[in-house]
Each structure stands twice: as structure tokens, then as C-alpha cells.
């Protein structure tokens, strides 16, 4: 298995940004895809991106295009979300997921560890 532990939420104002980070320590951490996950309050979790194991490919949902950036630190364990321009909407817990594939999944049954998440609010 493998132990993911989020970071870096936190409050911001709309307009502003915020650097989310997700250790992984475990299972090899370099051969496996991931992504990150966001629910809102009496919301269903919604993807939000995704990273294939060597970081060649990402792949995002639309709301988020051209402000967030995923990336990851095979050396270091870590995964990342630069979150920029943040709206009120992107409010919610934000999970990351690990996968035993090494693809860019979109879909949640594609991954089978999350991290208990750490809170974004964003405030107009």
C-alpha cells in the first residue's frame, strides 16, 4: 500500500493562489499515476486532474484549464497542484489518489489509495 498525506491548503481570497502537496511514502511512488480529487459540501467528488507516472501526460477537467498545473517529484515522493486564479467555486476538500497503473486515469474507481484530504476555501 501506499500512505499519501496532503499539504498546504488553506484560506485565499478569490484571485489568489495556493500550492497543494501530497507525500507518498509505501509502495513505489515513480511507477504509478495519479491525480487529485476535490468535494464540496453536499457535492459528489469530482476529478480534477491527473498525472501519468513519468509526468509526460496530464490531463485536467475543464473548469480548471489554464489555472491549475499538476506535477510531481518522482525523487521526492511528492505530488503537486499549483492552484492560480482561484474562485469561490473551487472551495472543497482536495484529495489525492494513487493508482497501480501508470496512467493519467480521470476516473475514481482507477484509484485505489487517497490521502484524507486537505481543506481549500476561497472567499469573494
Known amino acids: 500500500q501506499v500512505q499519501l498525506v496532503e499539504s498546504g491548503g488553506g484560506l485565499v481570497q478569490a484571485g489568489g493562489s495556493l500550492r497543494l502537496s501530497c507525500e507518498a511514502s509505501g509502495r513505489t511512488f515513480s511507477t504509478n499515476g495519479m491525480a487529485w480529487f476535490r468535494q464540496a459540501p453536499g457535492k459528489e467528488r469530482e476529478f480534477v486532474a491527473a498525472?501519468?507516472?513519468?509526468?509526460?501526460?496530464?490531463y485536467y477537467v475543464d473548469s480548471v484549464k489554464g489555472r491549475f498545473a499538476i506535477s510531481r517529484d518522482n525523487a521526492k515522493n511528492t505530488l503537486y497542484l499549483q492552484m492560480n486564479n482561484l474562485k469561490p467555486e473551487d472551495t472543497a476538500v482536495y484529495h489525492c489518489?494513487?493508482?497501480?497503473?501508470?496512467?493519467?486515469?480521470?476516473?475514481?474507481?482507477?484509484?485505489?489509495?487517497w490521502g484524507q484530504g486537505t481543506q481549500v476555501t476561497v472567499t469573494s
Open positions: 489518489a494513487a493508482s497501480r497503473g501508470p496512467a493519467a486515469y480521470t476516473r475514481a474507481p482507477s484509484y485505489d489509495q
Open positions: 498525472i501519468n507516472w513519468s509526468g509526460g501526460n496530464t
